[in-house]
């Protein structure tokens, strides 16, 4: 078992006890793990109750950066969960790289596929996921996927919230508690823009200059040939003083942007929602 390195409060240890107790009950799980926070304590208390009878599966297609790709392998040998990557597909679909509104729920159809499928083949009774309470008040088609899928959500059905859960990872002494939220790669688009590899890299290697410089949150939204830069409006200043934007214009301009941005209201979580 994990040991707790800090306390927590009262709510929050009641329900870290019931969610424990609740996953050693299933038996054999299957995790569908992205790599987060909220899936890699899924996967983190699925290890700690069931040993050998969790596996973390993590779902591999352009859409996913590299530097997550690999912090999802770290984080699991650091846990010592087993671990499998699948290709999945959801680029080959219309319904996806179409990009229409419920983009998300072809793309967790397209994995929860794969993620039973496996869970069958190899004995393992159940799928669970990361999806959390805060989860349910956001616009997510890919929640409807996973329940059609049969997949559980137990941060959800006992109420943790990502303050809960970047806590409790806290006092368990995961090191990744704080990581940034990191959305796929294809909610950079505005829906009904398509979806390609290409563009994806665009994207991927454009945030990956900006984090080089010292931004560990950052998107880069992509309309067209038009890159906008969302930060968080406290590293406005930084961004100002660390940048030669010249450099940034010619270095986008690269990867095939026509025009590159700063969106000045900063970075908000699912802006594209709007």
Not at 102 to 128: G, I, P, Q, W
Not at 138 to 167: H, T
Not at 180 to 185: D, F, I, M, N, V
């Amino acid at each position: 078992m994990f040991n707790q390195l800090e306390i927590l409060s009262d709510e929050q240890s009641e329900k870290l006890y019931t969610i424990r107790r609740y996953i050693k009950s299933l038996d054999s799980v299957c995790i569908a793990y992205s790599g987060g926070v909220d899936s890699t304590l899924v996967a983190s208390l699925a290890f700690e109750q069931l040993g050998d009878e969790a596996v973390a599966i993590t779902g591999i297609s352009p859409a996913l950066a590299n530097t997550l790709r690999e912090e999802a392998r770290s984080q699991a040998k650091w846990i010592g969960v087993k671990h499998l990557e699948i290709k999945t597909s959801e680029l080959d679909q219309t319904s996806y790289s179409d990009n229409p509104k419920d983009r998300c729920f072809a793309c967790k159809k397209e994995l929860h596929k794969h993620t039973t499928y496996l869970s069958k083949k190899l004995n393992y009774k159940n799928v669970l996921d990361g999806v959390n309470l805060d989860d349910l008040k956001d616009y997510r088609p890919g929640i409807q996927a996973a329940k059609k899928a049969g997949v559980i959500s137990p941060l959800a059905i006992f109420e943790f919230s990502k303050q809960d859960i970047r806590d409790i990872s806290r006092a368990l002494g995961f090191p990744w508690w704080d990581k940034p939220a990191q959305p796929c790669l294809a909610s950079r688009f505005p829906y009904g823009h398509e979806i390609t590899s290409e563009r994806l890299k665009m994207v991927e290697k454009a945030e990956e200059y900006l984090k080089e410089g010292g931004l560990s949150v950052v998107r880069v939204r992509c309309q067209g040939s038009t890159a906008r830069i969302e930060i968080p409006k406290n590293k406005l200043e930084y961004f100002f003083k660390k940048y030669n934007f010249s450099d940034l214009v010619r270095y986008f301009s690269s990867l095939g942007f026509n025009c590159t941005s700063l969106d000045l209201e900063g970075l908000i979580s699912g802006k594209l929602n709007r």
